[in-house]
């Protein structure tokens, strides 16, 4: 019995020596069969790029090349293009894409072509040959002519759009608005900034809004009062079960608006709506920078606290959960 013990331990100790071998065998003919088709792939890319230069003849040479300065050309801005010399290959080649192609062709530089006709600005193979624009100049006349079209493409939209019909006075294309800024740092006025923005804009989403865009057609009528239509007047002005906070608020506005009228001398009937939407609405009838700082220090932190507020307490009697801020993590 003991011998047959021993044998079997032998026979099993051999097996497991046997089973590592064939690993160890294994694995290093993988390795080695890595190694040569690294070789091999070595040699064939060491072979092609020698067939190809020593049979890549001239005229393929130019077409790479050509292609290579068409790139940086396209890439390079059009304004330093223009400032270069005719003898520069950038400006030749934009000469001749300018000069030969339609407005159907897929080159860059018609593409380039179309947005200056949008903005009215002036051709530009034209400005090819006009050497007396400078880099100010060419930044500023791009600017401008940008600029005007879209404060004109806003006067025509807020036409045919009610949602835009508030953003007149203070925006100006580029700028931001004012009612997007705050005058001191202060975390709770910030946090305020996104539902004012909403109501700015058109874009708070009320039940007359909800009834137009979805599918199901729900009910347009207000939730809390249930009396009238739900729409941004009846939200601000009308809504009974908002009282309790909006009666407070609009008698200080009133003030503060009564006030800033009598100084400045405003001998306009002004709209509580429009104020309470957005202050900077008159300033246009009156440039004066007194009267913008006034609006930031007195009138639009009250319109925003309105806002916020309301917003609020709609959210609270109607049961709608609120996001959570997020605060990132500044990175070390």
């Not at 046997?18 to 091999?40: F, H, M, P, S, V």
């Not at 792939?41 to 067939?51: I, S």
């Not at 909403?198 to 939730?223: E, W």
Request: aromatic content about 10%; glycine content about 2%; overall charge positive.
């Amino acid at each position: 019995m003991e011998c047959q013990r021993k044998t079997a331990r032998s026979n099993k100790s051999i097996t497991s020596t046997q089973k590592i071998y064939n690993l160890r065998t294994k694995k290093d003919t993988r390795a080695e069969n890595a190694k040569l088709r690294k070789n091999d792939r070595q040699k064939l890319t060491e072979a092609r790029t020698m067939d190809s230069k020593t049979l890549l003849p001239a005229n393929q040479e130019t077409k790479r090349k050509i292609k290579q300065i068409y790139r940086r050309a396209t890439k390079a801005l059009f304004g330093s293009i223009c400032r270069a010399d005719c003898t520069a290959t950038e400006w030749k080649i934009a000469e001749r894409q300018l000069g030969i192609k339609t407005l159907k062709g897929n080159s860059r530089f018609i593409a380039l072509k179309t947005i200056f006709f949008k903005y009215g600005i002036q051709d530009p193979y034209t400005s090819l040959f006009d050497k007396t624009i400078t880099k100010m100049k060419w930044k500023h006349m791009i600017n401008q002519k940008v600029n005007t079209y879209w404060t004109e493409r806003k006067q025509q939209d807020t036409l045919m759009f009610s949602s835009l019909q508030y953003l007149s006075g203070m925006y100006r294309i580029g700028k931001c608005h004012p009612t997007a800024t705050t005058c001191s740092a202060n975390i709770r006025d910030i946090s305020r900034i996104p539902v004012r923005l909403k109501i700015l804009t058109g874009s708070y989403i009320l039940q007359t809004k909800r009834a137009v865009f979805n599918n199901t057609n729900p009910d347009p009528t207000c939730m809390l009062c249930g009396k009238s239509d739900e729409t941004l007047s009846h939200f601000l002005l009308v809504c009974t079960e908002l009282d309790n906070i909006r009666m407070t608020l609009t008698r200080e506005i009133i003030d503060v608006c009564s006030v800033l009228f009598a100084k400045y001398k405003l001998n306009t009937n002004f709209d509580l709506l429009t104020i309470l939407i957005n202050p900077y609405y008159y300033y246009s009838q009156w440039n004066s920078e007194n009267l913008i700082s006034d609006i930031d220090q007195w009138l639009e932190p009250l319109c925003r606290c309105l806002c916020y507020k309301l917003h609020a307490k709609r959210y609270q009697l109607l049961d709608i959960p609120t996001k959570s801020r997020t605060i990132r993590k500044l990175a070390k």
